[in-house]
């Protein structure tokens, strides 16, 4: 068979498609190098569990984020069943889209200074659908807080800040929606809550 | 086929390799469950999360690369005889228009229920719309 010359100039442009494709390919199949724990936890982070445990999680997360509150109940889950073996750490990640992520935040960061970030955690979860400025001096009274510390910590930029470099450095290691996950500094890809369970269950039984 | 055929056929070949390039790239990610470049936010990220972007368990973007491979196919086949020219425009004809109808049902599902527009699907969508218009202007020259 013949082929025309306007054969030959298709078969030339996929021939050169074809070959970006396999040459994308093999770049985007190549496994990512894991983060190092002093990165992914910085002194100042938040975390529960055993701090020399070989297994640990951490989670980039925005309090309005409806995925985050959902993934939220499972890593608490994940934390009460193996204390000894497993360390989570939570990162903030408040998205631009959420206007009350930041001031959320802050507030945890605020709790966290008078050692109940993780109780302030569960509570900015479970009434997210109520956030705002006035709920968060009621939810520190219902965690028994110094309201003056409280409130001086809400109010400091510094505190802020440290959402701000959170947030910072997730995107400068490519994250771009919440809840983000790296277990033991490899980015986890999940779907649903359960598939976090999985992942951290195959890691602590070393299948 | 005359020039303007010829250089319409061109455009709708290279259109359907660029669709067919977002599509394996997005497909990838669905596949691999891994993060999308996305200039549209986090909109990629809660596309490829949310179940409506897995319509009968198929991630959409399959939709996408089988539809513009079938593009890519159709139009290269015209340029190899004048016969398969005449005859394969319909199927380009009907395939684009089920690609403008797949496209504006599942943007309608971005916007009003996933919440959340991812940009490659975006181009994409307009990438479709101009290959329907092109097959259609081709017929009506044509006829």
Redesign the interface.
């Known amino acids: ?1 013949k ?2 010359s ?2 030959k ?3 030339g ?2 021939t050169f ?1 074809a070959i ?2 396999a040459v ?2 093999v770049i ?2 190549r496994p990512a190098k894991p983060i190092a724990k002093e990165y992914l936890i910085l002194p100042t982070t938040y975390t529960k569990g055993a701090k020399d445990a070989s297994v640990w999680l951490v989670e980039f997360s925005d309090f309005q984020c409806p ?1 985050c509150k959902a993934f939220s109940s499972v890593v608490s889950d994940l934390s009460k069943k193996y204390p000894d073996k497993l360390l989570v750490a939570y990162r903030y990640f408040p ?3 959420h206007p009350q992520s930041i001031p959320a935040a802050i507030a945890a960061e605020s709790a966290g200074i008078q050692g109940k970030f993780w109780e302030m955690e569960q509570l900015l979860f479970a009434n997210q659908e109520r956030l705002s400025e006035a709920l968060y001096p009621e939810l520190a009274t219902q965690l028994g807080l110094d309201m003056n510390t409280f409130r001086e910590s809400f109010a400091n930029p510094k505190t802020k800040q440290i959402i701000i470099n959170d947030r910072n450095y997730g995107t400068s290691i ?1 994250i ?3 809840p983000t996950f790296f277990l033991n500094g490899v980015k986890l ?3 649903t809550p359960s598939d976090l369970t999985k992942e951290v269950e195959k890691v602590i039984n070393g299948k | ?1 005359n020039t303007k055929q ?1 250089a319409l056929n ?1 455009i709708m ?2 259109l359907s ?1 660029a669709g ?2 977002m599509g ?2 997005v497909l ?1 990610s669905f596949v ?4 999308i470049i ?1 200039l549209s ?2 909109g ?3 596309v490829r ?1 949310n179940a409506l972007s897995y319509p009968f368990g198929i991630p959409v973007p399959a939709v996408g690369v089988a539809g513009y491979t079938f593009l ?1 196919i159709l ?2 086949l015209r ?3 004048q016969q398969l020219a005449t005859k394969l425009l319909p199927w380009i004809l009907g395939m684009a228009t089920f690609g403008i109808c797949f496209v504006t049902w599942f943007t309608y599902t971005e916007i009003f229920l996933i919440k959340g527009i991812c940009m490659w699907c975006a181009i994409s969508a307009v990438n479709m719309y101009i290959i329907f218009g092109l097959a259609v202007y081709e017929t009506h020259i044509r006829n």
């Open positions: 068979m082929l025309t306007e054969t100039l298709f078969i442009i996929f498609t970006i494709i994308a390919m985007m199949t995925a998205l631009d889209s490519g771009n929606a919440t890809n999940l779907l | 086929m010829k061109r070949f290279v390799i067919l390039l394996v790239y990838q691999r469950q891994t993060g996305c936010g986090g990629c990220e809660a999360k890519v139009t290269f340029t190899t005889n």
